[in-house]
């Protein structure tokens, strides 16, 4: 969503960082640089105005000018500006209130507020545990009220059965009444939208507000719509009074203005983003991840939240033992391939490390993508037992079959058993003998420097870590020296660069040996 500007910020302020001293004209030039990089990414101009001459009030003082790397302090003034003008604290749904608490979901018609009622339904009973209600307030549109029906039967979560003909505030008040009855600690009301603001759809929406009064009411807006999602938010904020908004289609390729000025406009929180399709692709908004992300320094607690919640704990433990034992074969390969698909595979896992965020661009011109994982996970998945367990024994008329059973050509066979090889090598000089082998040295000198502790016991289990506790580590990081741009590659003497946050219990981190389609050169 943000690379267009993360580009256009990273080189206006690299620019800045790598002078001595600065003068007031060189702020203004960068500043002026930066105004148009936010207006080209569709940020509203009363938003980038108030942002700019912030930053330049801050800039220009006598603190910067005078301060040993001046073109760093200006990176902090605009990066805290950022964090500003984004919200300050991530703020989630609030559930302190009388059960049941009723959500009411309001927005344009096609902005996703049926999907993203089943995805918040969904997110509050797997992880706050909540017993969830949805009901479907939509009379207009053709099956709306069947979709969330449906989305109720995916995710197991209650819908309220349909009554043909019953106007959308008398389904508010039998939603409540329902949720009172069957014991729901949350009622979700997916109102109907319209493609336009009107004043029918604004009386309805002041109708069920006063008929159901919801302790939250979220406005759900997509993040493609640009300027215009300004106007939106200011005329549902007037009219119905919202609590928060969620921005959908976060992972599209838009120029990410509409989240940098709904929260500046309305003064209303971002609470949730939508990353994707599926019915877990929902995060929390932190503003000051977001604005590590757009300057460039990557977002290492996202990284292990996303680790935390994709990687099989037991599947861990048995491959740090292989690994501690020096052995890996094509099925570890494997399961390492699938945990970095399942954390949003290169891009998204280089997205959020520091300092790597302009290797992606590299990294796909070479051919080293997404795509490339899928077809390396067919190939070992044409292979038998015994050749997964031992490649050794593979000779060219099996590797012929393989070809033919994964799509691909004896090429691209050779391509992964060669990096395989050279992978298989690394991990013997890991799990070698004295003082437990290279990684756990080096883990242990990573673990050591951020403040952890030795590896002695293994690293913290950052699955049960309090998210208070992440961002602290996060900080821990950054004081380190490890959260800066350009600070990633060779961290801690990771031989493929990873960072090792998680040791034996994420191994889609700590432990992966080397980014594959990197060989280790024979």
Partial sequence: MFENLQDRLGSILNGLTGRGALTEADVAAALREVRRALLEADVALE???????????????????????????????VHDELVEMLGTEGVSIDLHAAAPVVIMMVGLQGSGKTTTTGKIAKRLTDREKKKVLMASLDTRRPAAQEQLRQLGVQTGVDTLPIIASQSPTDIAARAVQAAKLGGHDVVILDTAGRTHIDEPLMLEMADIKKKSNPHEILLVADSLTGQDAVNLAR???????????????????GRGGAALSMRAVTGKPIKLIGIGERMNELDEFHPRRIAD???????????VEKAAENIDAEKARAMAEKMAKGKFDLNDLSDQLAQMKKMGGMGGIMGLMPGMAGMKDKMASAGLNDKMFDRQIAIISSMTKAERANPDILKHSRKKRIAAGSGTD????????????????????????GK??????????LAGKMGLGGLGGGMPDLSN??????????????????????????????????????????????????????????
């Fill in 47 to 77: 938003v980038v105005r108030s942002f700019t001459d912030r930053v330049r009030e801050k800039a220009v003082g006598a603190a910067v000018l005078k301060s040993i790397k001046p073109g760093q302090m200006v990176v902090k003034i």
């Fill in 410 to 433: 004896a090429a691209e066979i050779n391509k992964l058993l060669k990096m395989h090889r050279g992978m298989a090598d690394m991990m013997k000089a890991m799990g070698g003998k």
């Fill in 293 to 303: 992300r757009i300057l460039g320094m990557g977002d290492i607690v996202s990284l």
């Fill in 235 to 253: 005329n549902f904020d007037e009219r119905v009074g919202i609590t928060g908004l969620v921005l959908t289609r976060m992972d599209g390729d």
């Fill in 436 to 445: 437990g082998g290279i990684m756990k040295q080096m883990m242990g000198g």
């Fill in 465 to 522: 870590i309090d998210p208070k506790q992440l961002e602290a580590l996060q900080k821990q990081a950054e004081a380190a020296g490890l959260g800066k741009p350009g600070a990633m590659p060779g961290l801690g003497g990771l031989p493929g660069g990873l960072p090792g946050l998680g040791g034996a219990k994420l191994p889609g981190l700590g432990s992966m040996p080397g980014l594959p389609g990197f060989p280790k050169k024979k």
